[in-house]
């Protein structure tokens, strides 16, 4: 993907934070830009919605459908061709259910941290080309790759730019710390979910 255009970027998007910026904050950033100076204290949560009833749902009846489903079918060629469909389908619902929706967006000195229901992924300031507000998301540009941070507040996108345009450029000195994206609690879950799925089976059939 190229880059986006028709980004915010100007003084009057970036609302004044100076009350929330902590005294050490304040005195270095005499002498760098005036974005610092309305960096407030960190680590800081973009405020987000909360997730959507239907991402819970796909996430949730998998693990519920997918194995009593699995316990009723009759044993059979067949059969076992229809368990494996039924438990690639739940855990292909489970993944992309979890992993398109931000739970949590938290501003750090080194890097954008988000998480979802299955990685926790971090990506360095140093890494960020360039950082836009379009479509009410904030899209943070890394070479011809665009990280979208959708799901905000409404009427709090600009002042989340704003936030991470100043976390950016106070970082621009710092030490690059990079980290690779982590497994969350999802993981977990899908395993679980597996492991039900084709238990089901093997158990209502006496396989185990």
């Known amino acids: 993907m190229g880059n986006r255009s028709g980004g915010t970027d100007d003084a009057a998007a970036r609302p004044d934070v100076s009350a ?4 050490e904050t304040r005195a270095a950033s005499d002498a760098q830009s005036p974005a610092v100076e309305r960096l407030p204290a960190l680590p ?36 076992f061709l229809a368990v494996g469909l039924f438990t690639l389908i739940g855990a292909s619902v489970v993944r992309v259910a979890g992993g398109v929706v931000l739970y949590r967006v938290e501003i750090t ?9 299955l990685l926790v992924r971090s ?34 996108t600009a002042y ?21 994206p982590r497994p969350g609690i999802g ?8 492991v039900l799925a084709v238990g089901a089976f093997l158990y209502r059939w006496q396989l185990v």
């Open 20 to 23: 929330d910026v902590r005294p």
């Open 44 to 79: 800081w949560r973009v405020p987000l919605d909360p997730a959507p009833w239907w991402a819970w749902a796909l996430f949730v009846v998998p693990f519920i459908a997918v194995p009593v489903l699995n316990s009723w079918l009759w044993m059979g060629a067949r059969d």
């Open 109 to 117: 000195e080194t890097a954008l941290k988000a998480r979802t229901s």
């Open 123 to 156: 990506l360095a300031w140093q890494d960020v080309d360039d950082i836009e507000v379009v479509d009410g998301s904030v899209v943070l540009t890394n070479g011809k790759d665009e990280n979208e941070i959708n799901g905000i507040v409404q009427d709090r």
């Open 160 to 180: 989340s730019a704003a936030v991470m345009q100043a976390a950016r450029e106070a970082a621009a000195d710092r030490p690059v710390r990079r980290s690779r």
């Open 187 to 194: 993981v977990l879950c899908v395993l679980a979910y597996l």
